[in-house]
């Protein structure tokens, strides 16, 4: 293949020799979008959005633009040295110009989504801070970075203190902070795209408790001064088999559309990603680590789906996919179907929680009726059928098997010394890889070491990578995409000789693992109720871990997908057989090592004893991988939790052993060894 | 005493005698009040209002015209005979006339109170339902009760079903059956004073759902066809000393308003009387059970308060007590001052939960500007203060010597047969009504013998009173108003001998209990958190209760007080030292018995192990009363449980033995013996 660049010209040329409808001038913003996209699992795919068989030229010239125009994007984000400054006086620039007196800058895009393209990454480019959840707050005179308890210490870390405050979690979101500096009467700006409804309000009570005004951005001021920002990322989009999801794109549509009928709504804005994946059975490559397609989309009451996404990500496959009670319309289009909604006086349902407050605010002008509500596919996406499940578990099985080899090598090689976290994750990541219907990691892997084990969103960078040392902890939190299904699995384990503190605490954590996993509760019980049931032994001892217990997961979807959760924070979404949560209690000294002990697990209904007056629910665990047993104090475990643990074990070898080679089976024998 | 009234001429010849500042008329006026209100514990205080020093002659006169206008009262609730449907006919005719379609008629007054005065009984007026929380819809075409849990069956024995509905409580509140019934274009009428901005919005948008309207009545339908309605009830007002409270009034103002100075707020309305009674250390006897005055207030962020209240009320120690800072109006000038509050832009905080809409409005439509948020009293009255604490341990050292007097009178009598559920109730009162310091019962006993003991709000009435009958369980939920502290204890006892069944149910709930006492938790916590706590060993078995598991409890205030609660309801108040709240698990076999197992417990520091990284809380017990051990089964209790359980009778003994006579002490000694 040419690996330069040989012009327009022959690329022209190319693209007409292959029957491409495309000429050079259309390929350049096709390829500027594929650059805007993450890294494809299959790196050239994207040349079928082109021609549907390019041939070896013009798959080498498209892979040269593509370079070329990789390179010249390069400045956005990894700009040498610290940009900063530089940055937050262009924004000042702007907001004077614009005679605002501030404006917040969310880690969010117009999707609220937890992974966002590129372009949308305003937060890292503007403060420096890369994590998934944060807000910056720019007034004249002062500026705020606020990230949750997961990310103080990288905050400190990645953004200029002498540029940004960060309030104290304890102080609460950013509301308090703007109602204690933002003077009287000042107009505090926002992004009407990158807020929900309930984010807006929190902000403008905030802005009138300082007797300021909180008004909307007509367009991102960040963007304005943003210069080469990526523009809208293209990725593929591709049909999910029904192989996969069990259910048609079909019959999903006249489930939920029924839903929203019966509720009396005509049309439901549907505007996470994920939601429009799952029901139109659709998969795409936009954002890291998740297989979705960016785009809006309208679901009728009659079963009808408006689809706003950019044509030319679509492949030929989805276009036979698409029957024709699916209009694909552009993403400019959407605006105006908003309107229409009103227009016509439709009741339209709106998630609250999800959906930008540009999009209430047009539906009202335009004079809808507004039905605030949840996404209806969340909840029908979240209870995974028979075939997501079957596929759910065979791909925890392949996902284990690649664990287990992992730790197994692990186990034989750290206590040496010499690995690193980049190495171990890189290592995990290339056994990964060889398993069926790998198409990705779902997160990036938390590698961490000792201390860097404590940071709860670590993520190992040059400068942070440390070795595994003996009398450490170690722990990874990984996981991966496969076409089949998405997994998330945590190990801790001691290299070399644990402390007996240390064992005390993993042992704890282990506890409150098998509290949740052994788990007996009626019908219509929360996650947030089972919640402490993984807390009970830490607190015991005063202590404690500040992040959730479980999140949902998808089915080659977002790893991180609601509406349930087993948290501390009041959710009122009922468990259901089928839902996907993970398993995940920790502990975490600051300093010195981390815990977690991670599964995935599926509520299934329980059986009941004779006398039972409800219909009780338990979980099956997915997740199949060794706990080191080397870290367990067997003085705290009851009968019941030993019973638990030797009993997963025996399970996990009985399933991974076929799958692994010699060695690793051998390791796994001792290491799934009923409890001493 | 005369026991005749003689007529006015002689009363207004007594009353100027007496120096009497009133009039008979007046004193009529007032006597209609004094009849409105509950029963008062001293018969006769009421007279002080009338004149400083009655005179036997004048007490004599008062009391006749008290009996007079009370027999004359008397056909309020209990109406000879079924008049429901010519109450909801006259309603109905009452709708036609404004042109509305239905009403909505709460079981509420206007301080969303647990209890109400007799003037806002109008859903037990239309319908017969007395329970504590309801609803009735009425619509011209079909007309529907709503309940919880607690009362589906109470519910359907008191209201007539050939005239009310009961949608079963799945299907949510009214909003749903609204939505469903109410007819295109109807109107629907509320009465504003009797619901919060909140429950408005969810009616407006159920009426809002069926293309309907919700309107705002002028004044209340019911009240217009209410044929002798009570008017506001008139119970004295006094002092609460500084010996019971522990921080004067004056104090307690100064902090409560330096906390809305804190927040930017210029006043807060006060619409719960126990807000009021706490903070200006007041008490009354406005509706039953609760020593509580009806009044409304606004707190100044200067500390000032206005004090909106029947001056008829107000004894002369009252008026000593309230210093210049509290400036009392008549209720008549309530809406004046919010308008004034509007008029001069005030930010006035108003509680969504717990403010009439009628209150909202008005200082929406006079310009003040809103500050959403919780009752400013409710935090600091729910953290009882150590001398509050004091006098609740010695209120319930004497509550708990009434009831264990009671249960070993029980003990001894009841095996033989005969007792009836309604002969204990009495009994308990009895025995209780010879404490220091008693005031009156907390709330209606629960006395439920056999399958009465299932309905977990029972009351005991002439038609369901029951023996207590050998092998049976008896449930008695029960508590009093001191001076000092409100108590509400529940214990359940085996009448001879009980069944296995019920002694594997009783133990299970008993693990739910210590699980609750004994539990250790971070500070943060919420009650919402330690709630499955409770449930776990019933869920184990398919079992669970259908109510919360503790409530807060105030110091000589309601028995029910938030705002921290122990329930799967979500709940964001975290618990803190001092709080008292109830820990009450049960079961509940419908039509055979029931089981509840209920103290009061305060939120304490608890020790904390070396290595600890959080303040850990906990709680201590304060009600004191054997936990009958016949049936507690003891394979099913942990060495843990066994620990606390004979800890907790040591301590009952110690604190109780002092205060009874020979035979409880004896009977009290056996039962609270280890565990077998």
Redesign the interface.
């Known amino acids: 293949m040419d690996d330069t660049y040989r012009g327009d010209e022959t690329l022209d040329r190319l693209l007409r020799r292959a029957g491409s409808p495309l000429g050079a001038a259309r390929v350049r913003r096709l390829v500027r979008g594929v650059v805007a996209a993450p890294e494809p699992f299959e790196p050239d795919a994207w040349m079928a959005l082109v021609a549907a068989r390019p041939g070896a030229e013009l798959a080498g010239q498209l892979a040269a633009l593509r370079a070329r125009l990789a390179a010249a994007a390069d400045d956005g984000l990894d700009g040498p040295g610290n940009e900063a400054p530089a940055r937050l006086e262009a924004l000042l620039g702007e907001l004077r110009r614009r005679r605002l007196h501030g404006f917040i800058v969310p880690r969010a895009d117009e999707h609220q989504g937890e992974y966002v393209p590129r372009r949308a990454e305003r937060l890292a480019w503007l403060t420096g801070f890369t994590g998934s959840a944060g807000t910056a707050v720019v007034l004249r005179d002062r500026a705020a970075v606020f990230v949750d308890g997961r990310y103080t210490l990288q905050a400190r870390t990645e953004v200029d203190a002498a540029l940004y405050e960060f309030p104290p979690p304890a102080d609460g979101p950013p509301g308090q902070w703007i109602?204690a500096h933002l003077p009287p009467k000042a107009r505090l700006a926002y992004d009407p795209w990158l807020h929900t409804p309930d984010q807006v309000a929190h902000l403008r009570a905030a802005c009138?408790?300082a007797g300021a005004r909180l008004v909307a951005a007509a367009d991102n001021p960040v963007d304005a001064v943003w210069r080469n920002q990526p523009p809208p990322p293209i990725a593929p989009v591709v049909a999910q088999s029904t192989t996969f999801t069990g259910v048609t794109a079909d019959e999903k549509r006249r489930r939920v559309a029924a839903t929203l009928a019966d509720?009396?709504v005509d049309a439901a804005v549907l505007t996470a990603p994920d939601s429009i994946a799952w029901l139109l059975n659709l998969r795409g490559g936009d954002v890291p680590f998740t297989p979705l397609a960016l785009a809006f989309a309208v679901l009728n009451a009659d079963a009808t789906v408006d689809l706003f996404v950019d044509r030319r990500k679509l492949t030929k496959g989805v276009e036979r996919h698409l029957d024709k009670e699916v209009t694909v319309r552009g993403p400019g289009a959407f605006g105006a179907a908003l309107d229409r909604l009103g227009g016509a006086r439709k009741t339209v349902r709106v998630d609250p929680a999800g959906t930008p407050a540009w999009v209430v605010d047009r539906l009202k002008k335009a004079g809808a009726?507004l039905?605030r509500g949840p996404d209806p596919c969340a909840l029908p996406k979240a209870r995974k059928t028979p075939v997501e499940l079957k596929g759910i578990r065979a791909a925890h099985r392949r996902d284990g098997a690649s664990l287990s080899r992992f730790l197994a090598w692990l186990a034989a090689t750290a206590p040496d010394g010499g690995v690193t976290e980049m190495a171990a994750a890189e290592r995990l990541e290339g056994l990964r890889r060889q398993g069926k219907h790998f198409r990705g990691l779902s997160f990036p892997t938390i590698s961490g070491a000792g201390a860097n084990g404590a940071i709860v969103h670590y993520r190992v960078t040059e400068k942070t990578n440390r070795d595994l040392e003996p009398g450490s902890l170690y722990l990874v939190d990984s996981g991966a995409q496969y076409l089949d299904g998405t997994t998330d699995v945590t190990r801790t384990v001691a290299i070399g000789e644990p402390t007996d503190?240390m064992r005390d605490r993993f042992t704890r954590v282990l506890k409150g693992h098998i509290a949740i996993a052994t788990?007996?509760?009626?019908k219509g019980?929360?996650g947030?109720?089972?919640?402490?049931?993984a807390r009970?032994a830490l607190?015991?001892?005063?202590?404690?871990y500040d992040h959730g217990t479980g999140h949902g997961v998808g089915a080659y979807l977002c790893v991180h997908e609601g509406p349930q959760r087993v948290s501390?924070q009041?959710?009122?979404v009922a468990l259901e057989p089928g839902m996907v949560v993970s398993n995940e209690p920790g502990y975490y000294k600051t300093g010195a090592y981390g815990i977690r002990i991670e599964n995935l697990v599926t509520v299934t209904p329980a059986e009941?004893?004779e006398?039972?007056?409800?219909?009780?629910l338990g979980f099956e665990t997915l997740t199949l991988a060794p706990i080191d047993l080397t870290v367990v104090e067997p003085s705290l475990v009851t009968g019941a939790e030993r019973a638990w643990l030797d009993a997963y074990h025996a399970r996990v070898r009985e399933a991974l052993t076929p799958l692994v080679d010699a060695d690793t089976a051998r390791w796994l024998e001792t290491a799934t060894r009923p409890l001493g």
């Open positions: 109602a009138e408790k509720e009396k009726r039905s503190e788990a007996r509760f009626p019980t929360t947030s109720q089972l919640d402490t049931l009970r607190w015991e001892v005063g202590l404690d501390k009041p959710n009122r009941a004893p006398g039972a007056e409800k219909d009780l």
